[in-house]
Protein backbone atom coordinates (compact mmCIF):
# COMPACT_ATOMS: atom_id res chain seq x y z
CA UNK A 1 0.00 0.00 0.00
CA UNK A 2 3.13 2.21 -0.85
CA UNK A 3 1.54 6.03 -1.18
CA UNK A 4 4.07 7.30 -4.18
CA UNK A 5 5.63 4.59 -6.11
CA UNK A 6 7.99 5.01 -8.92
CA UNK A 7 9.15 2.45 -11.58
CA UNK A 8 12.09 1.45 -12.38
CA UNK A 9 14.07 2.17 -9.62
CA UNK A 10 16.80 2.16 -11.59
CA UNK A 11 17.10 2.40 -15.57
CA UNK A 12 21.11 2.00 -17.34
CA UNK A 13 20.99 3.19 -20.22
CA UNK A 14 22.95 4.40 -23.47
CA UNK A 15 22.71 7.71 -24.31
CA UNK A 16 20.51 8.63 -27.27
CA UNK A 17 18.08 6.27 -26.12
CA UNK A 18 14.26 7.42 -25.37
CA UNK A 19 12.96 6.14 -21.67
CA UNK A 20 9.87 6.42 -19.75
CA UNK A 21 9.42 6.84 -15.93
CA UNK A 22 5.95 5.85 -14.67
CA UNK A 23 4.66 6.95 -11.23
CA UNK A 24 1.43 6.63 -8.94
CA UNK A 25 0.27 7.95 -6.09
CA UNK A 26 -2.96 5.70 -3.90
CA UNK A 27 -3.60 9.21 -1.53
CA UNK A 28 -6.06 10.92 -3.76
CA UNK A 29 -3.98 14.07 -4.08
CA UNK A 30 -4.81 16.54 -6.84
CA UNK A 31 -1.23 17.66 -7.51
CA UNK A 32 1.88 15.76 -8.69
CA UNK A 33 5.32 16.74 -9.45
CA UNK A 34 8.60 15.57 -10.82
CA UNK A 35 11.48 16.49 -9.15
CA UNK A 36 15.37 16.05 -10.08
CA UNK A 37 18.17 15.96 -8.33
CA UNK A 38 21.66 16.06 -9.96
CA UNK A 39 25.14 14.75 -8.99
CA UNK A 40 25.43 18.52 -6.73
CA UNK A 41 22.07 16.84 -4.85
CA UNK A 42 20.20 19.47 -5.56
CA UNK A 43 16.80 19.01 -5.75
CA UNK A 44 14.69 20.72 -8.44
CA UNK A 45 11.68 20.88 -10.06
CA UNK A 46 10.61 19.95 -13.17
CA UNK A 47 7.22 20.21 -13.51
CA UNK A 48 3.98 20.20 -11.51
CA UNK A 49 0.28 18.91 -12.49
CA UNK A 50 -2.85 20.12 -10.87
CA UNK A 51 -5.73 18.35 -11.90
CA UNK A 52 -4.27 16.41 -14.97
CA UNK A 53 -3.20 20.23 -15.59
CA UNK A 54 0.45 21.34 -16.46
CA UNK A 55 0.85 24.33 -13.97
CA UNK A 56 4.81 24.45 -13.64
CA UNK A 57 6.77 23.66 -16.57
CA UNK A 58 10.88 24.67 -14.81
CA UNK A 59 13.40 25.47 -17.57
CA UNK A 60 13.69 21.60 -18.97
CA UNK A 61 14.55 20.76 -22.10
CA UNK A 62 11.45 20.07 -24.32
CA UNK A 63 13.25 16.36 -24.69
CA UNK A 64 11.25 15.67 -21.43
CA UNK A 65 7.85 15.36 -21.63
CA UNK A 66 5.24 14.70 -18.84
CA UNK A 67 1.88 12.99 -18.80
CA UNK A 68 -0.55 12.88 -16.70
CA UNK A 69 -3.30 10.44 -17.65
CA UNK A 70 -5.35 11.02 -14.45
CA UNK A 71 -4.78 12.61 -11.37
CA UNK A 72 -3.18 9.33 -9.83
CA UNK A 73 -0.22 9.02 -12.31
CA UNK A 74 2.28 11.73 -14.13
CA UNK A 75 4.64 9.55 -16.16
CA UNK A 76 8.00 11.32 -17.85
CA UNK A 77 9.41 10.57 -21.11
CA UNK A 78 12.83 11.28 -21.74
CA UNK A 79 13.32 11.83 -25.50
CA UNK A 80 17.48 11.31 -27.01
CA UNK A 81 18.99 11.05 -23.41
CA UNK A 82 21.92 12.66 -22.97
CA UNK A 83 24.84 12.19 -20.43
CA UNK A 84 23.62 14.94 -17.71
CA UNK A 85 20.58 13.60 -17.78
CA UNK A 86 21.90 10.99 -15.28
CA UNK A 87 20.24 12.04 -11.82
CA UNK A 88 17.83 10.96 -9.32
CA UNK A 89 13.96 11.48 -10.68
CA UNK A 90 11.63 12.11 -7.58
CA UNK A 91 7.80 12.16 -8.08
CA UNK A 92 5.91 13.58 -5.46
CA UNK A 93 2.26 14.44 -4.99
CA UNK A 94 0.64 16.45 -2.72
CA UNK A 95 -3.54 17.38 -1.62
CA UNK A 96 -5.40 20.50 -1.99
CA UNK A 97 -4.28 22.97 0.79
CA UNK A 98 -1.19 21.85 1.64
CA UNK A 99 0.85 21.88 -1.52
CA UNK A 100 3.85 22.66 0.33
CA UNK A 101 3.77 19.06 2.37
CA UNK A 102 5.20 16.78 -0.67
CA UNK A 103 4.64 13.03 -0.30
CA UNK A 104 7.71 11.61 -2.29
CA UNK A 105 8.31 8.68 -4.28
CA UNK A 106 11.42 6.48 -3.43
CA UNK A 107 13.51 7.97 -6.85
CA UNK A 108 14.40 6.51 -9.68
CA UNK A 109 18.20 6.46 -10.68
CA UNK A 110 18.36 7.18 -14.02
CA UNK A 111 22.18 6.66 -15.73
CA UNK A 112 23.09 7.35 -19.31
CA UNK A 113 26.08 5.83 -20.44
CA UNK B 1 22.25 30.98 -7.72
CA UNK B 2 21.48 29.49 -4.31
CA UNK B 3 18.87 30.73 -2.91
CA UNK B 4 18.71 27.88 0.06
CA UNK B 5 22.04 27.26 1.40
CA UNK B 6 22.72 24.57 3.86
CA UNK B 7 26.82 25.02 4.13
CA UNK B 8 27.48 22.36 6.55
CA UNK B 9 27.24 19.38 4.13
CA UNK B 10 27.65 17.16 7.29
CA UNK B 11 26.83 16.76 10.85
CA UNK B 12 27.57 14.16 13.45
CA UNK B 13 26.36 14.54 17.56
CA UNK B 14 25.98 12.42 20.10
CA UNK B 15 23.03 10.62 21.17
CA UNK B 16 21.34 12.52 23.66
CA UNK B 17 22.59 15.44 22.86
CA UNK B 18 21.17 18.44 21.02
CA UNK B 19 21.24 18.95 16.68
CA UNK B 20 21.12 21.62 15.12
CA UNK B 21 20.98 21.95 11.34
CA UNK B 22 21.08 25.42 9.93
CA UNK B 23 19.96 27.27 6.61
CA UNK B 24 20.28 30.47 5.16
CA UNK B 25 18.09 31.79 2.42
CA UNK B 26 18.63 34.90 0.04
CA UNK B 27 15.42 35.63 -1.77
CA UNK B 28 13.80 37.90 1.07
CA UNK B 29 10.29 36.61 -0.81
CA UNK B 30 10.21 33.79 0.61
CA UNK B 31 7.52 33.49 3.02
CA UNK B 32 7.05 29.78 4.18
CA UNK B 33 9.88 27.30 5.01
CA UNK B 34 9.93 23.41 5.36
CA UNK B 35 12.20 20.86 7.03
CA UNK B 36 12.44 17.31 5.09
CA UNK B 37 13.89 14.24 6.13
CA UNK B 38 15.21 11.65 4.08
CA UNK B 39 16.72 8.07 4.56
CA UNK B 40 19.27 6.58 2.06
CA UNK B 41 17.18 4.72 -1.24
CA UNK B 42 13.99 6.38 0.06
CA UNK B 43 12.20 9.94 -1.44
CA UNK B 44 12.60 12.61 1.27
CA UNK B 45 10.03 13.15 4.04
CA UNK B 46 7.56 15.95 5.46
CA UNK B 47 9.26 16.94 9.21
CA UNK B 48 7.88 20.17 10.16
CA UNK B 49 7.33 23.81 8.86
CA UNK B 50 6.96 27.47 9.95
CA UNK B 51 5.31 30.59 8.14
CA UNK B 52 7.28 34.01 8.20
CA UNK B 53 4.90 35.29 10.78
CA UNK B 54 5.98 33.15 13.30
CA UNK B 55 9.30 32.92 14.63
CA UNK B 56 9.07 29.37 16.09
CA UNK B 57 7.55 25.98 15.83
CA UNK B 58 7.70 23.19 17.56
CA UNK B 59 6.90 19.35 17.04
CA UNK B 60 7.53 17.07 19.71
CA UNK B 61 11.52 16.44 19.65
CA UNK B 62 11.97 18.90 16.40
CA UNK B 63 11.64 22.74 16.31
CA UNK B 64 12.61 25.23 13.99
CA UNK B 65 13.79 28.31 14.38
CA UNK B 66 12.85 31.38 11.74
CA UNK B 67 15.15 34.99 12.21
CA UNK B 68 13.77 36.86 9.20
CA UNK B 69 16.46 39.72 9.61
CA UNK B 70 19.15 37.46 9.25
CA UNK B 71 17.38 35.02 6.33
CA UNK B 72 18.18 32.40 8.82
CA UNK B 73 16.32 28.98 10.01
CA UNK B 74 17.53 26.32 12.11
CA UNK B 75 16.35 22.97 13.13
CA UNK B 76 16.82 21.42 16.41
CA UNK B 77 16.36 17.89 17.35
CA UNK B 78 16.56 17.35 21.18
CA UNK B 79 17.23 14.68 22.42
CA UNK B 80 18.93 13.17 18.77
CA UNK B 81 18.36 9.65 18.46
CA UNK B 82 20.42 7.31 16.35
CA UNK B 83 17.35 6.72 14.14
CA UNK B 84 17.51 10.96 13.04
CA UNK B 85 20.54 10.05 11.00
CA UNK B 86 19.63 11.03 7.89
CA UNK B 87 19.65 13.80 5.15
CA UNK B 88 17.57 17.00 6.01
CA UNK B 89 16.53 19.57 3.41
CA UNK B 90 15.82 22.98 4.28
CA UNK B 91 13.24 24.12 1.70
CA UNK B 92 11.91 27.69 0.95
CA UNK B 93 8.61 29.41 -0.78
CA UNK B 94 7.20 32.25 -2.13
CA UNK B 95 3.63 31.92 -0.63
CA UNK B 96 2.48 29.00 1.06
CA UNK B 97 0.59 26.89 -1.75
CA UNK B 98 3.19 27.94 -4.38
CA UNK B 99 3.53 24.69 -5.78
CA UNK B 100 7.28 25.54 -5.96
CA UNK B 101 9.41 24.48 -3.62
CA UNK B 102 13.28 25.48 -3.73
CA UNK B 103 15.86 23.18 -1.53
CA UNK B 104 19.02 23.40 -0.19
CA UNK B 105 21.54 20.28 -1.01
CA UNK B 106 20.85 18.87 2.22
CA UNK B 107 22.91 18.51 6.03
CA UNK B 108 23.48 14.97 6.99
CA UNK B 109 23.45 13.94 10.10
CA UNK B 110 24.85 11.33 11.94
CA UNK B 111 23.61 10.04 15.73
CA UNK B 112 26.54 8.28 17.23
CA UNK B 113 25.24 5.89 20.11
Known amino acids: DTAVSQTPKYLVTQMGNDKSIKCEQN?????MYWYKQDSKKFLKIMFS???????INETVPNRFSPKSPDKAHLNLHINSLELGDSAVYFC????????????FGPGTRLTVL | DQQVKQNSPSLSVQEGRISILNCDYT??????FLWYKKYPAEGPTFLIS?????DKNEDGRFTVFLNKSAKHLSLHIVPSQPGDSAVYFC????????????FGKGTKLSVIP
Open chain 1, 27 to 31: LGHDT
Open chain 1, 49 to 55: YNNKELI
Open chain 1, 92 to 103: ASSQQGTPSKLF
Open chain 2, 27 to 32: NSMFDY
Open chain 2, 50 to 54: ISSIK
Open chain 2, 91 to 102: AAETGAGSYQLT
